[in-house]
């Protein structure tokens, strides 16, 4: 009973949803299989008829006219089958570039918390690599449609069929013998029925068990499938060839590649043997099925209770008849096994973000005065037992240069992500201006943030499209931040400008750049913003020093009127802001001015004074 709720639940989903994003695709499919459906019996009844002429050495205008209809109508059903299924081919990869769409849209929208769970990413797997095992949703409608077809076969099997089992009259009824005479009466056919239905039964039983193999299988390799995908596209990123090369990494590649590719192979086969053992029994069935149809026609044939064109008919029309009640069963199952696949799909498109979406605008502000307030806020990571942040208490004033500082692990990444609304708190609150910022509008909130993290990423597209983080570019004001960056002399020696493609994975003139490059971009990415905050996790890791003062000496008027938050392991970075934190174990230990935690003798004059015997 659940396996027919949750196909009927899927039928109602794909259904709708196929309508809403191209309408009309459904329509075309089955108008296309009912053709299908009826081609073949033109073929099969005008064959008989010309097959009855040739034998019964009719006139050659009345073979000759059968032949010319047979060939009109079949031409037309072509054409008609060619122009409809030209229309439904384009309709087929709309319908499958909008999927891809809504699970990319999907992804895209997930709160960033749920995104990296391991949970996530296995049902994001399990999703894609769903559509490609047998989830695919124009599958799944060809196979509905496909049920169309077959209950059309059936009629039109039917139609030509029932005359074969009505019993013949035969003025000597007692020449025909004991075979004849029971092939030419009505019980003959309850035979040829129970014959059939013992048939149907085992396929469908045979298919089922199959298709819950095939299932099994599927999930228990997600990981696998995730793992090997990994490896594999390692293997062929260009970007980090450098390491595998330099650190001799071939072997331990190859290794982890061949590990995977081994337990694949290895629950593949055990697979495939288990189904070769039960696809054996409904192809058995099928040629046992197939004899009895042949014998029973034929043996009809030879004791002259039908024709030779009529012998021909209803062995094809039977060999339908047959096909399509057993594809029936087979589309069933089908159907059963692509529900669990679509299931997946759906179960991805349903994930409910977490976060509350509010409706507060943020405050729009000329001057840029904004006041953020961490209050008695702590953070827990998912499946984690360790508190990331503890008890933080901290008002940050706007328009000030504040600085994060600590050891690894110390909770200096994660406070910043809880600012930005990445994480929300476990405990506590955060708030702007008074308010919570669970009640802001989460877009309009995101825009008071310019953040280049640690591990920022630039994209293979070009210059300018990176910098303004869109299609749309203010050609002169992205020229001004990469100079503020100190991009300039890189810029002028790339003869395209801003419509320099980087990198080559989409275009094989991309421009490679440096890691000191790359930096320079985002930090200009992050002015082109003009957002009141400006967040730099290790903003000048990849420059060198001459760099690095340069990009210090200009920070001030980069950020003029406007709050910034730099984390960084260089202790000298600190000497240009108002304000320094320093955390310890997910806990704020000391905060002041650079003069103010030197005298202290805490934790931030320990890490200064150990970077200083550097430079002495």
């Not at 209809?69 to 909008?98: A, F, P, Y």
Request: with cysteine; aromatic share 12%; charged share 25%.
């Amino acid at each position: 009973m659940k396996n027919k709720e949750n196909v009927r639940g899927t039928v109602s989903k794909v259904l709708n949803l196929t309508h809403r994003i191209v309408p009309g695709y459904i329509t075309f499919v089955v108008i296309v299989k009912l053709i299908a459906a009826g081609q073949p019996f033109v073929s099969i009844y005008f064959s008989s008829l010309i097959l009855d002429g040739l034998f019964r050495m009719d006139s050659f205008e009345s073979i000759f006219k059968n032949v010319l209809i047979l060939l009109c109508i079949d031409s037309v059903l072509v054409l008609i089958r060619w122009g409809l299924e030209l229309i439904n081919w384009v309709k087929k990869h709309e319908l499958t570039q909008k999927i891809n769409k809504m699970l990319v849209s999907k992804t895209m929208d997930l709160d960033f918390d749920i995104l990296e769970k391991h949970e996530t990413l296995d049902m994001y797997k399990k999703a894609k690599d769903g559509m490609l095992a047998g989830g695919d949703i124009r599958s799944f409608i060809d196979n509905l449609a496909g049920l169309v077809e077959k209950i059309a076969t059936i009629v039109y099997s039917l139609v030509l069929i029932v005359p074969l089992f009505i019993p013949q009259v035969v003025q000597d009824a007692g020449a025909l013998g004991g075979i004849g005479y029971f092939l030419n009466q009505w019980y003959s056919f309850v035979v040829m029925v129970i014959v059939l239905a013992v048939h149907v039964f085992m396929s469908y039983k045979m298919n089922k068990k199959a298709s819950l193999l095939q299932v099994a299988f599927f999930e228990k390799n997600v990981s696998y499938n995730r793992y090997f995908g990994y490896w594999f596209n390692l293997i062929f990123d260009y970007s980090i060839g450098k390491y595998i090369r330099l650190y001799k990494m071939q072997k331990l590649m190859t290794k982890r590649v061949q590990e995977t590719n081994d337990k694949l192979e290895e629950e593949g086969n055990a697979w495939i043997n288990k189904d070769l053992k039960i696809s054996m029994v409904p192809l058995l069935s099928q040629c046992f099925m197939q004899l009895a149809s042949y014998v029973y026609v034929g043996l009809k044939a030879v004791f002259g209770l039908i024709s030779a064109g009529k012998c021909i008919m209803y062995v094809s029309s039977y060999t339908k008849l047959v096909e399509s009640i057993t594809g029936i069963s087979s589309n069933f199952v089908n159907l059963k096994t692509e529900s669990r696949y679509l299931s997946f799909f759906y179960d991805y498109m349903e994930i409910q973000n977490k976060r509350y979406d509010g409706s507060i605008p943020t405050e729009k502000r000329d001057d840029n005065v904004y006041e953020i307030e961490f209050r008695d806020v702590s953070f827990k990571y998912a499946n984690s037992e360790t508190w990331a942040l503890r008890h933080v208490n901290k008002k940050i004033t706007l328009g000030t240069k504040n600085a994060v500082v600590g050891k690894n692990g110390a909770g200096k990444t994660t406070f910043i992500k809880l600012l930005c609304r990445l994480y929300e708190p476990t405990e506590g609150q955060i708030l702007l201006n008074g308010v919570d910022i669970r009640y802001y509008d989460n877009e309009e909130y995101a825009k008071l943030f310019a953040i280049v993290f640690q591990d920022f990423n630039l994209f293979s597209f070009p210059l300018g499209e990176n910098v303004a983080s869109g299609v749309d570019v203010d050609r002169e004001r992205a020229v001004k931040c990469l100079e503020d960056a100190g991009f300039k002399e890189r810029l002028d020696k790339m003869e395209k400008g801003l419509d320099t493609p980087l990198y080559q994975y989409d275009d094989e003139n991309g421009v490679e750049i440096s890691g000191g490059e790359a930096q320079k971009i985002a930090i200009a990415r992050s002015l082109y913003k003009d957002a009141p905050f400006v967040i730099m996790d290790e903003p000048t890791s990849a420059l060198d020093p001459v760099a690095e003062y340069e990009i210090y000496q200009r920070f001030d008027q980069m950020v003029e009127g406007k709050t910034s938050i730099y984390i960084s392991h260089r202790m000298s970075s600190c000497r240009f802001c108002d304000n320094i934190i320093v955390f310890d174990e997910g806990k704020i230990v000391e905060q002041g001015s650079h003069d103010q935690l030197m005298g202290n003798g805490g934790l931030y004059s320990e890490m200064w004074n150990a970077q200083a015997q550097y430079y002495a």
